[in-house]
């Protein structure tokens, strides 16, 4: 007999108490008391934990993704990781959750200069995407197919062709 049973959904408290449990975790293998995440800081995380699971309370699931800056070593990538993570972890198990593909700036950028070719970013930036350290040590221009390009304008165009397709983008940055 077809199992007939629905997906759950992830709810924004099921992703908050998930991030959470990945920052009590990440406190105790440090041997820290705890992870503190400043007032002012709480209110754009948990708005993050929204758009990610399109709370319809919200106005938020109209927007493209997230783009999350910061000084170098504020905590943007240990966060974005631990969102990564708990996302992964929820979309096995949920309907409304859809697995995120890591990439790093640096290594599209580095792709993208070697091989002088777009193929690698329709090939491997798909569906939801997190790109960690956008515009890394603010390296941009690259010879595509024989001409001078704009990296991060190739990486944004894609992006942006991903979400007319419902994808969500997710960054991080010094810039």
């Known amino acids: ?94 309907s409304n959750i859809s697995k995120p593909y890591t990439h790093s700036y640096d290594q599209l950028y580095d792709t993208l200069r070697n091989t002088g070719s777009t193929n690698h970013l329709y090939k491997n930036v798909i569906r939801n995407v997190y790109i960690d350290d956008f515009l890394y040590q603010q390296r941009a221009v690259a010879k595509v197919y024989g001409n001078t390009d704009s990296v991060p304008d190739l990486i944004i165009t894609r992006c942006y062709e991903l979400y007319k397709y419902g994808y969500k983008i997710y960054m991080s940055s010094n810039y």
């Not at 929204?50 to 170098?72: A, F, Q, V």
Request: glycine share 6%.
């Open 1 to 94: 007999v077809q199992d007939t049973t629905p997906v759950p959904v992830c709810t924004f408290e099921m992703l908050a108490e998930a991030l959470r449990i990945a920052f009590r975790k990440t406190a105790k293998e440090h041997g820290w008391k705890s992870v503190y995440i400043h007032k002012d800081n709480k209110e754009t995380l948990y708005d993050m934990l929204r758009l990610i699971t399109s709370d319809p309370e919200t106005t938020l699931t109209h927007r493209k993704g997230i783009y999350l800056t910061g000084n170098h070593g504020s905590g943007k990538t240990e966060v974005m990781n631990h969102i990564m993570r708990c996302m992964t972890a929820a979309s096995h198990k949920c």
